[in-house]
């Protein structure tokens, strides 16, 4: 059963940086693409990013040139590093694998999300 | 890009009762057509994939039909836990999920 505990939220000013953390467990983490998927109040949930299996990144449009994901598949480790932070970044930030490993159509949660609130 | 529309936004019903949700996207998704189940503070659940197969664990009275651009989830007779927000989700280029519905008592 995959696990993730979620971790590195809080409070930022409005272009404020924060780094999330993601420590996975349960499955082989370099096998499969991982993302991060985030649930604001207004929105529902809302894909950010993912870091595929062969180094490929992809960004949502809403954050593309102020995010930056990485992964260390030797700690089974996933970040997102969040820059220029704005108000409709308030979210609850959930990881979560991608399935199945050769298409990544389908995500996986396991953990309880760290909330991330942007305010002035 | 694909957009994914739910409806209703909101559902009322009462426990035994049956749910329909419907999902429809902007353009063929195929058969690449997840549900989710989600509740406050905890980690959304994937019920459906494939439009019609259920995840491990999911019970029997979750199903999911439909294919190209019309889905739909059925809870075929509301248990009390089943009361959330149920979201459907797609990827033909990227990640995208329909505004959910909510399924309230």
């Known amino acids: 059963e995959v696990h993730f505990v979620e971790s590195g939220g809080g409070f930022v000013q409005p272009g404020g940086s924060l780094r999330l953390s993601c420590a996975a467990s349960?499955?082989?983490?370099?096998?499969?693409?991982m993302s991060w998927v985030r649930q604001t109040p207004g929105k529902g949930l809302e894909w950010v990013s993912t870091?595929?299996?062969?180094?490929?990144?992809y960004y949502a449009d809403s954050v593309k040139g102020r995010f930056t994901i990485f992964r260390d598949n030797s700690k089974s480790t996933l970040d997102l590093q969040m820059n220029s932070l704005r108000a409709e970044d308030t979210a609850v930030y959930f990881c979560?694998?991608?399935?199945?490993?050769?298409?990544?159509?389908?995500?996986?949660?396991g953990g309880q999300g760290t909330v991330v609130t942007v305010s002035s | 890009e694909i957009v994914l529309t739910q409806s209703p936004a909101t559902l009322s019903l009462s426990p035994g009762e049956r749910a329909t949700l419907s999902c429809r996207a902007s353009?063929?998704?195929?058969?690449?057509l997840a549900w989710y189940q989600h509740k406050p503070g905890r980690a959304p659940r994937l019920l459906i994939f494939?439009?019609?197969n259920r995840a491990t664990g999911i019970p029997a009275r979750f199903s999911g039909s439909g294919s190209g651009t019309d889905f739909t989830l059925t809870i075929s007779s509301l248990e009390p836990e089943d009361f959330a927000v149920y979201y459907c989700?797609?990827?033909?280029?990227?990640?995208?999920f329909g505004q959910g519905t909510k399924v309230e008592i």
């Open positions: 989700q797609e990827r033909t280029n990227l990640w995208t």
């Open positions: 979560a694998r991608l399935f199945p490993p050769r298409s990544s159509i389908y995500f996986d949660f």
């Open positions: 870091f595929g299996g062969v180094g490929d990144t």
């Open positions: 349960g499955f082989t983490f370099s096998g499969y693409a």
């Open positions: 494939d439009a019609s």
């Open positions: 353009q063929s998704v195929n058969n690449d």
